[in-house]
């Protein structure tokens, strides 16, 4: 099976600056697209970034200009750098890779456990 693990999470005041790391292990035959998504109390999961395996991304809006993902394909690694950091941006945040795993031949979605990124005002 595949399994995602992130780490970086914390406690950073407004204006701060974090940065998550992804590690994806186990029975991988290819990694598709890498991504991250977060979801805040109350709130739907929703897509902060991706990036394909050839180096496209997107961002939420809300994000564009203080976030940035990028990848290392070898180490099927994922991460997300985190600048000036608001208050809205305090939820749990996921990773996600679409790929194939070499137990079942079908390109499917696999997701970490989550780590939580609080920011103070």
């Known amino acids: 099976q595949v399994q995602l693990m992130e780490s970086g999470g914390g406690l950073v005041q407004a204006g701060g600056s974090l940065g998550l790391s992804c590690l994806a292990s186990?029975?991988?035959?290819?990694?598709?697209?890498m991504a991250w998504y977060r979801q805040a109390p109350g709130e739907q999961r929703e897509l902060v970034a991706a990036m394909s395996r050839t180096g496209g991304t997107s961002y939420a809006d809300s994000v564009k200009g203080r976030f940035s993902i990028s990848r290392d394909n070898a180490e099927n690694m994922v991460y997300l750098q985190m600048n000036s950091l608001k208050p809205e941006d305090t939820a749990v945040y996921y990773c996600?890779?679409?790929?194939?795993?070499?137990?079942?031949?079908?390109?499917?979605?696999?997701w970490g456990q989550g780590t939580q990124v609080t920011v103070s005002s």
């Open positions: 186990g029975t991988i035959f290819s990694i598709n697209t």
């Open positions: 996600r890779a679409e790929g194939v795993s070499t137990l079942v031949p079908a390109n499917v979605n696999f």
